[in-house]
């Protein structure tokens, strides 16, 4: 059990640590334009919203089940 805590625990901080870069790179986006060799952080982040949009009912219920399992510490 104490293997399965510990890859728990890595998991997380390295889930905490993207989705940290994430924000720093829409946050460098806003404030100097495309910076990383021309791909668009927040483009593609509405392309991801937008693909969930696209399905629906049954893409809002996924997109649920991803935010929960994205923020569920427990």
Known sequence: ?????????????????????VGLAVLAEVAFGQFMGGVSVIGNIISIVEAFGEKGFVGLVALFVVLHFGTNKG
């Open 1 to 21: 059990m104490e293997i399965l805590n510990n890859v728990k625990s890595w998991v997380l901080g390295i889930t905490q640590v993207v989705a940290a870069l």
